[in-house]
């Protein structure tokens, strides 16, 4: 049995991975801490092999220090915040990935090949209107991959948030006469938990920490 506490347990993602990590015959749902449930993450750490962290961009790195300085393992879904701090923390692993779902992970993948077959492109990434950071970080990561795989500059990318979004994103490439639109659409939040599971089983075992991004658990 894995132990697993979430961080972030009252929030819109947390509250799915609580029901998740309840649902999964290997692991044992430890602790939920949260400020809008009056329980700290330092509470919950003692019984936890595992955190998962679904907070805000402004907490979440203080949490995984936290986490590893304990010994207990984290897999990060939080974006729109600075990694590099995270490159000299020893003592557990960190696993982060921007987008927690395989049709996400797929889109990236296919928008980093046609990248290097196409002469330019642009991302739409579309959202709630409660998400705190723009661009998203898997239209940062997707532009990312974009780049690299094609030794082109990253392509622009474009923010709308709306109430009645939860998380998509578009990639647009055009050259002569043709464009190329990738979509991928998380219409639920169930989308993500099958590959928050993923990282919660592999998290002891990365090849090297931090490890970015779920292709690498794939
Ligand atoms: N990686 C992915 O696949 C993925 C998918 C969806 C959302 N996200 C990201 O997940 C994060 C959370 O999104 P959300 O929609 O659930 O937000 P939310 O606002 O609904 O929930 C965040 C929760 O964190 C709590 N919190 C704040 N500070 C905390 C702390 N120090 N310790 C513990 N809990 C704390 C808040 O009280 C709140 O309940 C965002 O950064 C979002 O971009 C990632």
């Known amino acids: 049995m894995i132990r697993v506490a979430v961080a972030g347990a009252a929030g819109k993602m947390g509250a799915t991975v609580c029901a998740a990590v309840e649902g999964a015959d290997d692991m044992q749902l430890t602790g939920r801490a949260d400020p809008a449930l009056g329980t700290t993450l330092a509470q919950v750490l003692p019984d936890a092999d595992v955190v998962v962290d ?13 986490c590893v ?29 921007p987008n927690f779902a ?14 290097r077959h196409m002469a330019k492109a ?25 780049a690299e795989a094609s030794g082109k500059p990253e392509p622009p ?20 006469g043709q464009t190329l639109t990738i ?10 938990m099958p590959g928050v599971l993923l990282a919660v ?3 002891a075992d990365l090849p090297s920490s931090p490890l970015v991004g779920l292709e690498h658990l794939l």
């Open 54 to 66: 679904f907070t805000r961009p402004d907490t979440a790195l203080a949490n995984a220090l936290q």
């Open 69 to 97: 300085e304990a010994g207990v393992h984290v897999v990060i879904g939080t974006t729109g915040f600075e990694l590099e701090p995270l490159r000299d923390a020893r003592g557990a692993n960190v696993f982060v990935a």
């Open 102 to 115: 395989i049709g996400a992970v797929l889109m990236m993948k296919f928008a980093a090949e046609a990248a």
């Open 122 to 146: 642009e991302v739409i990434e579309l959202h709630h209107d409660q998400k705190l950071d723009a661009p998203s970080g898997t239209a940062k990561r997707t532009a990312e991959l974009m």
């Open 157 to 176: 990318i474009h923010s709308v948030r709306l109430p009645g979004l939860v998380a998509h994103q578009e990639v647009i490439l055009g050259d002569l």
């Open 183 to 192: 979509r991928h659409d998380s219409i639920d939040r169930a989308s993500f």
């Open 201 to 203: 089983r592999k998290v």
